[in-house]
């Protein structure tokens, strides 16, 4: 695997919202899966070293150590010694425990984003309905 050599692909921006409620390494791990389910991250991108990612983000390698560490675990990432962290190919199969442990804490970072936002668990009930009403018509 190497780098990217494509100059029209906008490069990947890792970025962080202190207020949101959601711990920073836990946001850089959905920025990562954000970035593969829409493609502006693909097999074989180059994602920053630990130390330049906490370097930009002013925030401790360690917690950059850690997001990575867990999407190396789900078999996300790759990373080589010397050479550096990359997005692999694997498609992830998560068995059914994992997939309700992952959509609790899914949930459970959104509704401390909807709080700290200042809205009630009811208005996003109401809005998801709307929403998924939308959808389906």
């Given at each position: 695997m190497g780098r990217r050599s494509k100059k029209s692909k906008r490069a990947f921006q890792f970025g962080l919202d202190l207020h949101s409620g959601v711990p920073v390494y836990r946001q850089l791990i959905?920025?990562?899966?954000?970035?593969?389910?829409?493609?502006?991250?693909?097999?074989?991108?180059?994602l920053p070293t630990v130390r330049q990612l906490a370097v930009d983000l002013a925030i401790n390698p360690n917690t950059v150590l850690r997001a990575y560490r867990e999407l190396?675990?789900?078999?996300?990432?790759?990373?080589?010694?010397?050479t550096g962290t990359?997005?692999?190919?694997?498609?992830?199969t998560r068995d059914e425990a994992e997939r309700e442990r992952l959509m609790d804490q899914l949930v459970n970072d959104f509704l401390a984003r909807i709080g700290a936002a200042g809205f009630t668990v009811e208005e996003l009930v109401f809005r998801l309905r709307e929403i998924s009403e939308r959808r389906t018509i």
């Amino acid at each position: 695997m190497g780098r990217r050599s494509k100059k029209s692909k906008r490069a990947f921006q890792f970025g962080l919202d202190l207020h949101s409620g959601v711990p920073v390494y836990r946001q850089l791990i959905d920025q990562v899966r954000a970035g593969m389910a829409s493609g502006t991250l693909s097999v074989g991108d180059q994602l920053p070293t630990v130390r330049q990612l906490a370097v930009d983000l002013a925030i401790n390698p360690n917690t950059v150590l850690r997001a990575y560490r867990e999407l190396e675990l789900a078999g996300l990432l790759e990373t080589q010694q010397g050479t550096g962290t990359f997005v692999t190919e694997k498609k992830v199969t998560r068995d059914e425990a994992e997939r309700e442990r992952l959509m609790d804490q899914l949930v459970n970072d959104f509704l401390a984003r909807i709080g700290a936002a200042g809205f009630t668990v009811e208005e996003l009930v109401f809005r998801l309905r709307e929403i998924s009403e939308r959808r389906t018509i």
